[in-house]
Structures are given as structure tokens and as C-alpha cells.
């Protein structure tokens, strides 16, 4: 029987939902501030799904755009700027940030009462001692993703092919936090098919088309696709979806698995520092 697709624009939409009737407890608007710096146009769209979102709860959203040549001060002093602002709860700095700028340093200007993307050094040691505050926004809609399978994650072995600081690393403390055994796979990995063949949960966050393939699949595994790849003008997850199908027992599609979420609990955070 083919794998059970774990539809993330359906549960993104139930999110949204209960956000708006959260928001009825409110007496101001939640604000998301997100800085874009150069034109890139994947980014570019990325922030108008963000701010069509922020419409969608009635949040407040505006969008800061920089030229690429700016130098990196100058959007140091952005974000003190928003740092400041009383009607802006949320700081989002759209990544990749140019060459020029170093992206742990604009990290690290956000003051963690904003960093609604809960990549700060403050928040991001909060999740490693398990006090979940703001977590991050992808690895937390990968949570929600798997839950809404209906298995639980406590005693589950969790492969997680991908160790950046955005999604691999914090996914799995997020899976350890709740009692998942965790194995990290990376470029380094000798034997990457022996380890995901083992995993009950597999996260995919490599940034390669199509690169998990079904025998790399234990029968059964709930299957997490993070990747977004652009390929003949359309876009593929890191995972074979059409082969993985037949063997796994529960996958995320691409697009309308991840990135919905993603989306959702960028919401949830705004929401979340706006409460404070
Ligand atoms: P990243 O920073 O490029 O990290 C990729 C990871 O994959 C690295 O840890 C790398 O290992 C590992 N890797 C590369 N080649 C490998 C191989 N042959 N075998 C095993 N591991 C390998 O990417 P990222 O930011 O984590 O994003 C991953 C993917 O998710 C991308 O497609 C990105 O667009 C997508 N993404 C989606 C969302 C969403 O909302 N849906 C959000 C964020 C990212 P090393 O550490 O050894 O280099």
C-alpha cells in the first residue's frame, strides 16, 4: 500500500485559523518586520507568500528591501531599528544574505525578543538545554508535520540527512527533546544508506533533487522532505517521491509539505513575541 501523504497546506491552514481566533484575545496587531538585501527572486517570492500570510491572520507585515551593495553596518543599523520599534514583534532577514555580509553577524544584532526565526544564540541554546521558547521555523513545522501522522516520536530512531544550523541540527535536538534516538548524516557520511535504511522518521535536508531513493527507505518510515529544488522550471524535494511512496508509510509532498509549515510557525512565533 503507497505511503500516506501528510498534506502541509491543509494543516497550515488549520493553523492560520486558530491564530485568528488567538487574535481576537489581542487589542493590537502583531507586527513581522522581514529585511530583504539584493533582488534575488527566489527570495523575493518567498517574503510575498510571507506577507499574503501575514494578511491572512491580519497581522502587520512590511518588508525592508536593501540593495546588495550596502555594507554590512548598514544593515546592522536596520535591525537595531526594528529592535527598537514597539509595533514590530517579529524580525525576519530573508537568507542568503551577499557575500559581503556574514550571516552569524546579522544573527546576532536581532535581539532574541524578536528573532522570530529562533536562530539567535540565546534561542537556539534554549533548545539544547530543552526549554523549548522560540524554535525555529522550519524543524518546528517538521515536528508538527510528523505528529499530524498520528505516530508518536518517543522511542523512534530519527536519521536526519543534513546537519545545517537553519534545519538538520535543530530538527534533531527537537526530535531528542522528545525522546526520538537521533542519528546525524551528513556529506562525510561513509555509510549513508545503512544508517537511513534504519530510520523510522527521515528528515531529507540536503538541497539535492531527488537524492533519497526507495532502498535507502525503511518499510514503513515516516518520510520528511525539506528539500526545494528548481529543476526544468518546477520543483523537486530532496526525496524520490514517486518510488519513496510505495515503501515508506507516511511522506511529505514538494511543493505542499514543508514549506507551508515553515510558513505557519513563522505566524506562530510572530504571534508567540507579540504575546510577551
Ligand atoms: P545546507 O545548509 O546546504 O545543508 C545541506 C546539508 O546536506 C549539509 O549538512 C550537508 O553536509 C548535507 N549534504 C550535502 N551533500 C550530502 C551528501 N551527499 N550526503 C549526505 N549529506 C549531504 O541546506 P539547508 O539550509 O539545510 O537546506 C536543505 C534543503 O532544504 C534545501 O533544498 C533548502 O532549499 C531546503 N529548505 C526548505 C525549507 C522549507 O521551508 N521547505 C526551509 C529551509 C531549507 P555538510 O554539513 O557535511 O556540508
Known amino acids: 500500500m503507497p505511503a500516506e501523504i501528510i498534506n502541509g497546506s491543509r494543516l497550515a491552514q488549520q493553523i492560520r485559523s486558530q491564530i485568528r481566533k488567538q487574535l481576537k484575545a489581542f487589542t493590537f496587531k502583531p507586527g513581522l518586520a522581514v529585511v530583504q538585501v539584493g533582488d534575488d527572486p ?139 534516538t537521533v542519528t546525524y548524516c551528513h556529506s562525510r557520511t561513509t555509510n549513508l544508506t545503512e544508517m537511513t535504511r534504519q530510520a523510522d522518521i527521515l528528515i531529507a535536508a540536503v538541497g539535492k533533487p531527488e537524492f533519497i531513493t526507495a532502498e535507502m527507505i525503511k518499510p514503513g518510515a515516516i518520510v520528511i522532505d525539506v528539500g526545494i529544488n528548481s529543476v526544468d522550471d518546477h520543483l523537486v524535494g530532496d526525496v524520490k517521491f514517486d518510488d519513496v511512496i510505495e515503501i515508506a508509510g507516511y511522506i511529505t509532498p514538494v511543493p505542499g509539505g514543508v514549506g507551508p509549515l515553515t510558513r505557519a510557525m513563522l505566524l506562530e512565533n510572530t504571534l508567540k513575541l507579540a504575546s510577551k
Open 42 to 180: 527566489a527570495s523575493t517570492l518567498y517574503i510575498k507568500y510571507k506577507q499574503r500570510d501575514c494578511a491572512k491572520v491580519h497581522f502587520h507585515s512590511e518588508v525592508h528591501r536593501l540593495s546588495a551593495e550596502i555594507p554590512q553596518q548598514t544593515l546592522i543599523d536596520k535591525v537595531n531599528e526594528l529592535n527598537a520599534r514597539n509595533d514590530i514583534h517579529g524580525i525576519l532577514v530573508q537568507m542568503p544574505l551577499p557575500d559581503t555580509i556574514d550571516e552569524q553577524t546579522i544573527i546576532d544584532a536581532i535581539t532574541p525578543n524578536k528573532d522570530v526565526d529562533g536562530l539567535t544564540p540565546h534561542n537556539l541554546g534554549n533548545l539544547f538545554i530543552n526549554r523549548e521558547r522560540v524554535t525555529p521555523c522550519t524543524p518546528t513545522g517538521i515536528i508538527r508535520l510528523i505528529e499530524a501522522s498520528g505516530e508518536s516520536i518517543e522511542g523512534k530512531h530519527a536519521v536526519c540527512v543534513g546537519r545545517s544550523h537553519l534545519v538538520g541540527k535543530p530538527v534533531g535536538i527537537m526530535l531528542l527533546n522528545r525522546n526520538a
